[in-house]
């Protein structure tokens, strides 16, 4: 017997769709131009990339996972746990986990960026605490920063589940610097 989708998941599903369709009315996966960036702080840069304005990273598509939400200190990333990412012991390979956060923590900061500001990741803490399989239909990482500083910034993330299952948690240092 199937069980019923919780009004969670069938939210984040929906939330979904509006993204991908949105995406995909604009330029495709990518790396933006430094004209199409000039002027536009990381938060307007990660709106516009929301809204189909703006490439969105190819990484995406390849590590079956999307920007969902974004908002002053905060991105949300979804992802799909799909057959394709398991490890040889038939869980969600622990890179995946990483990866998904990793760009949950980063946007997040990214957000806190002025205009000519950037950013890199220096250091990358994550805690797997539960195994993770296709079963679960969709994982979001919600990346929050810490600290925003002129040289450094600090953020940390969760992987839940629709269920509000904690998969994995992480935090981040990202060195902060004048955008070439």
């Known amino acids: 017997m199937e069980r019923p989708m919780s009004d969670t998941l069938q939210r984040w599903l929906d939330e979904e769709k509006a993204v991908l369709e949105a995406m995909a009315k604009g330029p495709g996966a990518g790396v933006s131009t430094p004209q199409q960036v000039a002027g536009k702080s990381g938060l307007e840069l990660m709106q516009a990339m929301l809204r189909g304005e703006l490439p969105f ?57 002025p205009p000519g500001r950037a950013y890199t990741t220096a250091e990358l803490g994550v805690n797997l605490v539960k195994a993770l399989t296709p079963k679960v239909p969709r994982v979001r990482a919600i990346g929050q920063v810490i600290h925003a500083g002129r040289q450094l910034a600090t953020a940390e993330a969760r992987l839940v589940g629709p269920d509000g299952t904690l998969y994995a948690h992480a935090t981040t240092t990202c060195l902060v610097f004048e955008a070439r």
Not at 64 to 70: H, I, R, S
Not at 100 to 112: E, F, I, M, R
């Open 57 to 113: 990273p190819p990484i995406a598509a390849t590590m079956d996972f999307n920007l969902v939400a974004v908002a002053d200190g905060m991105a949300t990333f979804q992802g799909a746990p799909l057959a394709r990412h398991l490890n040889p012991m038939g869980s969600v390979h622990g890179g995946w986990f990483a990866t998904l956060l990793d760009s949950a923590l980063g946007c997040a900061v990214h957000t806190k960026m």
